[in-house]
Protein backbone atom coordinates (compact mmCIF):
# COMPACT_ATOMS: atom_id res chain seq x y z
CA UNK A 1 0.00 0.00 0.00
CA UNK A 2 2.92 2.21 0.86
CA UNK A 3 4.27 1.87 -3.00
CA UNK A 4 0.83 2.84 -4.34
CA UNK A 5 0.76 5.92 -2.27
CA UNK A 6 4.47 7.03 -2.86
CA UNK A 7 3.59 6.65 -6.56
CA UNK A 8 0.73 9.08 -6.43
CA UNK A 9 2.76 11.34 -4.55
CA UNK A 10 5.56 11.03 -7.03
CA UNK A 11 3.00 12.16 -9.72
CA UNK A 12 1.48 14.79 -7.54
CA UNK A 13 -2.06 13.49 -7.16
CA UNK A 14 -4.57 15.91 -5.29
CA UNK A 15 -4.98 14.55 -1.47
CA UNK A 16 -8.79 14.25 -1.95
CA UNK A 17 -8.00 11.85 -4.83
CA UNK A 18 -5.12 9.48 -2.87
CA UNK A 19 -7.61 9.22 0.00
CA UNK A 20 -9.87 7.93 -2.31
CA UNK A 21 -8.09 5.08 -3.78
CA UNK A 22 -6.18 4.28 -0.60
CA UNK A 23 -9.81 3.82 0.96
CA UNK A 24 -11.30 1.94 -1.89
CA UNK A 25 -7.94 -0.59 -2.54
CA UNK A 26 -8.04 -0.85 1.77
CA UNK A 27 -11.72 -2.19 1.17
CA UNK A 28 -11.05 -4.16 -1.66
CA UNK A 29 -8.08 -6.04 -0.05
CA UNK A 30 -9.37 -6.76 3.14
CA UNK A 31 -12.82 -8.35 1.24
CA UNK A 32 -10.34 -10.38 -1.12
CA UNK A 33 -8.83 -11.57 2.59
CA UNK A 34 -11.99 -11.50 4.39
CA UNK A 35 -14.87 -12.79 2.16
CA UNK A 36 -12.89 -14.21 -0.80
CA UNK A 37 -10.16 -15.86 0.95
CA UNK A 38 -12.70 -16.59 4.35
CA UNK A 39 -8.96 -15.95 5.84
CA UNK A 40 -7.67 -19.25 5.03
CA UNK A 41 -4.02 -18.27 5.56
CA UNK A 42 -3.04 -21.07 2.94
CA UNK A 43 -4.39 -18.30 -0.05
CA UNK A 44 -3.34 -15.55 -1.19
CA UNK A 45 -4.55 -12.22 -2.48
CA UNK A 46 -2.93 -11.06 -5.77
CA UNK A 47 -2.72 -7.02 -5.85
CA UNK A 48 -1.21 -5.58 -9.19
CA UNK A 49 -1.13 -1.69 -9.59
CA UNK A 50 -0.27 1.38 -12.06
CA UNK A 51 -0.35 4.63 -11.77
CA UNK A 52 0.26 7.14 -13.93
CA UNK A 53 0.04 11.47 -13.41
CA UNK A 54 -4.12 11.06 -14.87
CA UNK A 55 -4.88 7.47 -13.59
CA UNK A 56 -4.35 4.68 -11.15
CA UNK A 57 -5.38 1.52 -11.86
CA UNK A 58 -5.28 -1.43 -9.03
CA UNK A 59 -6.22 -5.17 -9.88
CA UNK A 60 -7.28 -7.56 -6.71
CA UNK A 61 -7.53 -11.04 -7.20
CA UNK A 62 -7.87 -13.65 -4.80
CA UNK A 63 -8.34 -17.59 -4.08
CA UNK A 64 -11.68 -17.71 -3.53
CA UNK A 65 -15.12 -18.98 -5.00
CA UNK A 66 -16.24 -15.38 -6.20
CA UNK A 67 -19.38 -13.37 -5.26
CA UNK A 68 -21.77 -11.32 -7.51
CA UNK A 69 -21.65 -7.94 -6.49
CA UNK A 70 -25.16 -7.98 -7.86
CA UNK A 71 -25.98 -9.79 -4.94
CA UNK A 72 -24.87 -7.30 -1.73
CA UNK A 73 -27.35 -5.65 0.59
CA UNK A 74 -28.20 -2.49 -0.42
CA UNK A 75 -26.10 -1.37 2.99
CA UNK A 76 -28.24 2.44 2.71
CA UNK A 77 -31.50 0.80 3.09
CA UNK A 78 -33.35 1.14 7.00
CA UNK A 79 -32.43 -2.46 7.80
CA UNK A 80 -29.48 -2.28 6.88
CA UNK A 81 -27.71 0.62 8.95
CA UNK A 82 -26.79 -0.78 11.91
CA UNK A 83 -25.63 -3.43 10.34
CA UNK A 84 -21.63 -3.08 10.61
CA UNK A 85 -20.56 -4.68 7.58
CA UNK A 86 -21.49 -4.58 3.63
CA UNK A 87 -19.84 -0.82 3.06
CA UNK A 88 -17.17 -2.16 1.28
CA UNK A 89 -18.48 -2.21 -2.18
CA UNK A 90 -20.77 0.88 -2.17
CA UNK A 91 -17.62 2.78 -1.21
CA UNK A 92 -15.58 1.64 -3.74
CA UNK A 93 -18.08 2.42 -6.55
CA UNK A 94 -18.45 5.72 -5.10
CA UNK A 95 -14.56 6.59 -4.83
CA UNK A 96 -13.33 5.03 -8.15
CA UNK A 97 -14.08 5.95 -11.36
CA UNK A 98 -14.78 2.36 -13.12
CA UNK A 99 -14.77 -0.74 -11.62
CA UNK A 100 -15.39 -4.31 -13.30
CA UNK A 101 -15.42 -7.49 -11.00
CA UNK A 102 -14.33 -10.89 -13.00
CA UNK A 103 -17.33 -13.20 -14.01
CA UNK A 104 -16.07 -15.57 -11.05
CA UNK A 105 -16.14 -12.24 -8.83
CA UNK A 106 -13.08 -13.13 -7.30
CA UNK A 107 -11.18 -10.22 -8.56
CA UNK A 108 -12.12 -6.41 -8.81
CA UNK A 109 -10.68 -3.73 -11.25
CA UNK A 110 -10.49 -0.15 -10.40
CA UNK A 111 -9.60 2.66 -11.91
CA UNK A 112 -9.70 6.36 -10.90
CA UNK A 113 -8.92 9.16 -13.15
CA UNK A 114 -7.41 12.34 -11.96
CA UNK A 115 -10.20 14.98 -10.88
CA UNK A 116 -7.73 18.13 -12.35
Not at 14 to 19: K, T, V, W
Not at 37 to 58: G, M, Q, W, Y
Request: a negative charge; aromatic letters at 6%; proline letters at 4%.
Amino acid sequence: MDDLLDKLGQHGWPSADIFSIHLAAEEAIVNAIVHGNKLDESKKVHVECFVSPTVARIEITDEGDGFDPKEVPDCTQDDRLDVPSGRGVMLIQNFMTRVEYSEKGNRVLMEKARNE
